[in-house]
Structure formats: structure tokens, C-alpha cells
């Protein structure tokens, strides 16, 4: 489409989707900055600097320029991404952030990542030679395929407490063997609720 500008008239070329976004009004910036210096009143035309909008950061409090377009997307609350960052640790985390739970960490997830857990499955892959017990896959030099490996509980680690760090109750499976077993993943809260 072709439309005339509001400061200069003339001719420019758009697409008609601007048109339905409320755009198609000026040419360029330039003369969108002429316009905004002439009609906008107040604080707004205090604040109009070259095509820009003075704004205070919300951390620091210094004064930074942003276009207004960067401003309806909700943007222009922080000079940069320093500050941003340094807001959300103060206000967004630890007990301010929305997803606090008390502090609390569920006891499975802090057994599963103690030292105690990393050394139980050390033991387990160096018994069983760093290779899957059920299909043999393991990790060679120049074959270019890397076989993750996992520590499976032979007994459920849910179901019995006492067995979590027995060697005995553990065992290298690569994952595909893993997926197999009746304990992997969701399939364990099966067989403990039934």
C-alpha cells in the first residue's frame, strides 16, 4: 500500500499489516521524532530526547534512553542486563521468589545429589567395568558413539531405604537397557501406589 506521511507527506510503501498494528503513519523515525517533539505534552515531552525516552532504572536509579516501541513490550525498567540481574537476586529469589517452599528440599533430591550417592555410583560402574550388564554397550576409543551410562537400583530406591548405598543393590544399564526396567522414571509410582 501506499501511504502519505503526517510531517513530510510524502509518498512511502507498507505493508497492510502495519496498517492494522496502528502503524503507517510516518516515513521513518525521523520524522515520527518530529511529530512526538511537537504533540506530546507533559512528562512525555520533557522526556523526548532524539527519538528516545529518558528513563530511570528501577535498580541503580541512573537515567538511560530507550525507544518508545522497546517500551510496550514491557521493557525499559533496567539500563542493562547487570542491573536486571542484580534486581531479580534482591526481589525474585530466595523467600521473595513466587516458587518458594519453605526452604525445604525434598530428602530424595538431597540424597540423590550427596557425596554418598556420587561415590555408591563410582562403585557400582567400576565393579561392573564402566559397561552395560544386559547389552554389553560401553564407551571405545575412535567407535565416535558415546553410551551413557546409569546406576540402576536393583531394588527400588523408593521402597527400600536401607538398600540405597549397598553396592550389591546396584547396577550399570545404558540408558535404552534403563527404560526397560520397571522402575525408570514415572513407571515407579506405579508399583509403590498399587
Request: net charge positive.
Given at each position: 500500500?501506499?501511504?502519505?506521511?503526517?510531517?513530510c507527506?510524502?509518498e512511502f510503501?507498507?505493508?497492510?499489516s502495519y496498517?492494522?498494528?496502528?502503524g503507517?503513519k510516518?516515513?521513518?523515525r525521523?520524522?515520527?521524532?518530529?511529530?512526538?517533539?511537537?504533540?506530546?505534552?507533559?512528562?512525555?515531552?520533557?522526556?523526548?530526547?532524539?527519538?528516545?525516552?529518558?528513563r530511570?532504572?528501577?535498580?541503580?536509579?541512573?537515567g538511560f534512553k530507550?525507544?518508545?516501541?522497546?517500551?510496550?513490550?514491557?521493557?525499559?525498567i533496567?539500563?542493562?542486563?547487570?542491573?536486571?540481574?542484580l534486581?531479580?537476586?534482591?526481589?525474585?529469589s530466595?523467600?521473595?521468589?513466587?516458587?518458594?517452599?519453605?526452604?525445604?528440599?525434598p530428602i530424595?533430591?538431597?540424597?540423590?545429589?550427596?557425596?554418598?550417592?556420587?561415590?555408591?555410583?563410582?562403585?557400582?560402574?567400576?565393579r561392573d567395568n564402566?559397561t552395560?550388564i544386559?547389552?554389553?554397550?560401553?564407551n571405545y576409543?575412535?567407535?565416535g558413539k558415546?553410551v551413557?551410562?546409569?546406576?540402576?537400583?536393583?531394588?527400588?530406591?523408593?521402597?527400600?531405604?536401607?538398600?540405597?548405598?549397598?553396592i550389591?543393590?546396584?547396577r550399570t544399564?545404558?540408558?535404552?537397557c534403563?527404560?526397560?526396567?520397571?522402575?525408570?522414571?514415572g513407571?515407579?509410582?506405579k508399583?509403590?501406589y498399587?
Amino acid at each position: 500500500m501506499t501511504k502519505n506521511c503526517l510531517v513530510c507527506n510524502n509518498e512511502f510503501m507498507l505493508y497492510p499489516s502495519y496498517l492494522k498494528k496502528g502503524g503507517g503513519k510516518f516515513c521513518s523515525r525521523k520524522c515520527y521524532g518530529r511529530w512526538a517533539s511537537k504533540n506530546m505534552q507533559g512528562e512525555k515531552a520533557k522526556a523526548w530526547k532524539g527519538g528516545k525516552m529518558v528513563r530511570t532504572c528501577i535498580s541503580c536509579k541512573k537515567g538511560f534512553k530507550k525507544h518508545p516501541s522497546r517500551l510496550k513490550d514491557g521493557k525499559g525498567i533496567f539500563c542493562s542486563k547487570k542491573c536486571r540481574g542484580l534486581w531479580i537476586k534482591k526481589y525474585q529469589s530466595g523467600k521473595n521468589s513466587p516458587n518458594w517452599k519453605d526452604g525445604s528440599t525434598p530428602i530424595n533430591k538431597i540424597i540423590r545429589h550427596s557425596l554418598e550417592y556420587r561415590l555408591w555410583r563410582i562403585a557400582v560402574f567400576e565393579r561392573d567395568n564402566f559397561t552395560c550388564i544386559w547389552c554389553g554397550a560401553r564407551n571405545y576409543e575412535g567407535q565416535g558413539k558415546t553410551v551413557k551410562l546409569h546406576a540402576d537400583h536393583i531394588k527400588p530406591f523408593a521402597k527400600y531405604p536401607e538398600l540405597r548405598f549397598a553396592i550389591d543393590n546396584g547396577r550399570t544399564l545404558c540408558i535404552d537397557c534403563h527404560k526397560t526396567t520397571d522402575t525408570f522414571g514415572g513407571k515407579m509410582h506405579k508399583i509403590i501406589y498399587e
